[in-house]
């Protein structure tokens, strides 16, 4: 039964997400969606605890500098594995925009189904092939400084409302490995809410969003690992995006428990307020159980006029050691 489950389980998977994810299409812009190359769990939850160990990040990300009031946002996350092949993890952030203040959370439970024995890898504490699936509940607090936009709201009907508003959504993942290959789908916003302030007939609610990623992770030899990958994002209102990266990490064999990687990353947005091109290059260290790196994100837009770009910083710590930090 687990030879049959090994062979067909993987394209099956791979062929009913992709069906998915060109049958529908993507949501507005998301603080979180900005940080999973860091971490794949903020974007599936199917990925809590899908790694014997426990990890925690600290991310903050300055959008568009050099533009007044631009986006900034805080994040912390922790995913872990439990007994009995269950996996948990939470994150919260803060995203400010403009006069905007934006708090969410997310809490996350997982099961994973190993699908062979042992690891591949002995440093990496990866599972050679497995199946998991995951259910999260997420609340939103949404609100703005209200002082700041007094004299503008004045006069608009849509904006006589700044008091702030509380709301929780929920999202579901699968995620599959299996050798260094990988995949996964993610569905979140099931429950359609509302911003604040704004009235029924000038906004839409929120959009429902799936993810889907894909990519392999090719050994090269003892020290190095090349990995392609590609991440879909698609709303049932007709919005899509594109990711498609390039990663290379690389063992330092003469320092113990050291590695380094970097990736390159070409964003589409294809229509919508953040329609255009960005370039992400962005380069990560290991010491030990912790993890650094760094994103810089360049706008191929209208914004590249006004803004210097976009920087991020990310702070992580394992419990054991692993060569990567996200999954």
């Known amino acids: 039964m687990r030879?049959?489950?090994?062979?067909?389980?993987?394209p099956m998977v791979l062929l009913f997400s992709l069906g998915v994810a060109t049958g529908v299409s993507m949501a507005q812009e998301n603080p979180i969606y900005n940080q999973y190359y860091f971490n794949y769990y903020l974007v599936n939850p199917a990925l809590a605890g899908a790694n014997d160990c426990h990890y925690f990040m600290l991310t903050h990300k300055q959008q568009w500098m050099g533009i007044k009031d631009a986006p900034m946002t805080t994040s912390f996350s922790y995913q872990g594995r439990l007994p009995h092949n269950v996996g948990l993890g939470v994150y919260f952030y803060n995203d400010m925009n403009g006069y905007s203040i934006h708090q969410a959370?997310?809490?996350?439970?997982?099961y994973h189904i190993p699908l062979s024995d042992g690891y591949r890898y002995k440093k990496a504490v990866d599972r050679d092939r497995q199946l998991s699936f995951a259910v999260s509940l997420k609340f939103f607090n949404y609100g703005f400084i209200a002082d700041e936009l007094?004299?503008?709201?004045?006069?608009?009907?849509?904006?006589?409302?700044?008091?702030?508003?509380f709301t929780i959504n929920s999202n579901v993942g699968v995620y599959f490995t299996s050798y260094g290959f990988f995949t996964g789908l993610s569905m979140t916003n099931f429950l359609r809410t509302k911003m604040p302030a704004y009235s029924k007939d000038l906004e839409p609610n929120t959009a429902i969003t799936g993810y889907f990623n894909i990519g392999n992770a090719f050994t090269l030899s003892d020290l190095d690992v090349l990995e392609p990958s590609a991440m879909f994002k698609f709303d049932f209102d007709g919005h899509l995006g594109l990711d498609v990266s390039l990663r290379y990490d690389r063992d330092m064999p003469r320092h113990k428990?050291?590695?380094w990687w970097c990736q390159a990353t070409y964003r589409q947005n294809f229509d919508g307020p953040y329609q255009g091109i960005d370039i992400?290059?962005?380069?990560?260290?290991?010491?030990n159980k912790f993890h650094i790196a760094a994103a810089y994100d360049i706008p191929i837009n209208k914004l590249f006029r006004h803004s210097a770009g976009s920087l991020e910083l990310m702070l992580g710590y394992t419990l054991c050691y692993t060569k990567r930090f996200c999954r």
């Open 105 to 110: 959370g997310q809490i996350s439970v997982a």
């Open 150 to 165: 007094k004299d503008v709201s004045a006069g608009d009907m849509a904006m006589q409302d700044l008091s702030s508003k």
């Open 257 to 259: 428990n050291f590695s």
């Open 280 to 287: 992400l290059p962005m380069v990560g260290f290991q010491f």
């Open 3 to 10: 030879r049959l489950l090994n062979r067909w389980l993987k």
